[in-house]
């Protein structure tokens, strides 16, 4: 499967943005799907991610009211809408295609390119 992320840009404090990763290949429902986020300098870590089989959606628990997680699989399309964005929220953002859990790098195996959101004012 590839995966192509979007929708990362500059931002200010308090915006919003969603951000999308279109797979090819496969359909992402053969997958856990997650996003995960690295700062500069800072390992990858996961932020949301789609459980499949089954749906289950997991998140980070001090992010999960601001960064929903979905997915729509007529686009095979999963989206994470980044919400009241913060200045520590500045990051390289991934998706990724996995199998099962945790979700923790070593489960993926396919990794978009990354799409950078900056939040400054």
């Known amino acids: 499967v590839q995966l192509q992320a979007s929708g990362g840009g500059l931002v200010q404090p308090g915006d919003s943005l969603t951000l999308s990763c279109v797979a090819s290949?496969?359909?992402?429902?053969?997958?856990?799907m997650a996003w995960f986020r690295q700062v500069t300098g800072g390992r990858r870590e996961s932020v949301a991610a789609i459980v499949w089989p089954g749906g289950q959606i997991y998140y980070d628990s001090p992010i999960k009211d601001r960064f929903p997680i979905s997915g729509d699989d007529a686009k095979n399309t999963i989206y994470l809408q980044v919400n009241n964005l913060q200045s520590n929220d500045t990051a390289v953002y991934y998706c990724?295609?996995?199998?099962?859990?945790?979700?923790?790098?070593?489960?993926?195996?396919?990794w978009g390119q990354g799409t950078l959101v900056t939040v400054s004012s």
């Open positions: 290949g496969r359909a992402f429902s053969q997958f856990t």
């Open positions: 990724a295609a996995g199998y099962g859990t945790p979700v923790t790098e070593p489960n993926f195996a396919y």
